[in-house]
């Protein structure tokens, strides 16, 4: 029989000193409690129920719906025993083992959950939890057992003497249950200096009711890293980043100082990848074999084919880069940038919603906006196009082996047909047939001699 999870997440967070509730933190790119919900369900969760509090709202729809996902809400916060009661609405009448974690705790791993659920089933205990040895086991709650070494309860830094404050078993508050669990929950007071209603109390009641308390010692602390503050949600990410680098090297990429790449889970990379240092991949970024990303370019939902280069300081987001081009340095490719295959954007070019055909340049400074660029085709330096009246946006299209010379303006809605030929310098904003010339400017001036006239005239006014 399947085991349901609950996902204590209804704190304040005070100490990460937030508008933003604690659980909604962003880890690479996704909120904290996230992570917590991925591993319920990766361990085979029918049913996972996250309590909400402090922006209940916000933490809710920051969710898609999931088959198997409620939310509950606590209003106030009364504790974590207090917390856990409210999902009893959700849960009353769930047959199997019911695990308990906590959603400022993100890096807990799937079979730590699964063995949890297991040494319950296999002891007939019928409460579970996790402990940790830690050299400083401050701001813990501490494992007191008997001279047998059964557990007998859990006591509260707050509430423990300093005997009890010298234990380093701590309770990393990772819990798992029977089905009786509701109805020992009611007895679950706040007598303590919290005035709060303690979950891990339920060690103790279990026990006074006859029945097992059962624990598993976890080896690895950083599993089990809390977030309450800032310094802790930097710590955990540097795990988090460290596990995934490592992953890709194994997978044969190759990171210049890894240590300065920043990456997120959703991001996918190929073998012979190069990232040179102070790379930011994001999202749903993927880059195909060989490609080579250099110093400091920052791709967002970006796809990169095999063999392409970004070079280094370019922003990418929502681009798609084709085989054997290139962008940057100094590129800025925003939504719906697409370079076909060996295509070229140098420094300072940017590209919203605009696509340049095969082999097609725009090598310096220049805007393509709503666009489309045909094979080969050439735009110069400066180069704008000029997609916004003010109120609705419109294209620029230009064919195949068109050439549109330096600093020049193409008001759209406006068309440059196949091997069209723009002067430099020139406003279009009527369309350009096929091979033509445009030019579209003030004629030349040259008046001979005026520098030297110019200058007798002075030496004459000042004699
Ligand atoms: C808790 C445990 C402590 C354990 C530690 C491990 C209790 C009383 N203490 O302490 O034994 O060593 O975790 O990290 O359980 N929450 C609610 N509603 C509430 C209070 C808390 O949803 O009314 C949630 C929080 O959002 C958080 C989790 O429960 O995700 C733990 O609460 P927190 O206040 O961080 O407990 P700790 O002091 O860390
Ligand atoms: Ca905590």
Known sequence: MAHAVVILAAGLGT???SKLPKVLHPLLGRPLVGYCIETAFKSGAERVVVVVGHGAEQVRQAFADHPGLTFVEQREQLGTAHALAQAESVL????GPIVVTQGDTPLTRVETLKGLVE????????????????????????IVRDERGEILRNVEQKDATPE?????????????????????????????????YYLPDLIRIYREAGQKVASVESKDPEELLGINSRAQLAQVERVLLE?????????????VLPESIYLEPSVELAPDVTLWPGVILRGRTRLGEGVEVGAYAVLSDTVVEPYAKVRSHSVCEGAYIESGADAGPFARLRPGAHLEEGAHVGN???????????????????YLGDAEVGEESNIGAGVITANYDGKRKHKTTIGRRVFVGSNSVLIAPVTLADGAFVAGGSAINQDVPEGALAIARMRQ?????????????????QG
Request: glycine share 8%; hydrophobic share 40%.
């Open 15 to 17: 100490r990460m000193k």
């Open 92 to 95: 009353a009448g769930f047959p």
């Open 119 to 142: 040494v319950l089933r296999r002891e007939k205990a019928g409460m579970a939890l996790l402990t940790m040895r830690l050299a400083d086991p401050t701001g813990y709650g501490r």
């Open 164 to 196: 009890e404050q010298a234990i380093q078993e701590i309770n990393p508050g990772v819990y798992c249950f029977d089905s009786t669990l509701w109805e020992r929950l009611k007895q679950v007071d706040n007598r303590n200096a919290a005035n709060e």
């Open 243 to 255: 596990r995934l680098r490592a992953h890709w090297m194994t997978q044969g990429v190759r990171m």
């Open 348 to 366: 300072f070019v940017e590209l919203k919603n605009a696509r340049l055909g095969r082999r097609a340049k725009a090598g310096h400074l220049a």
């Open 445 to 461: 001036r040259n008046i001979e001699g005026y520098v030297k006239r110019k200058e007798a005239e002075t030496t004459a006014q």
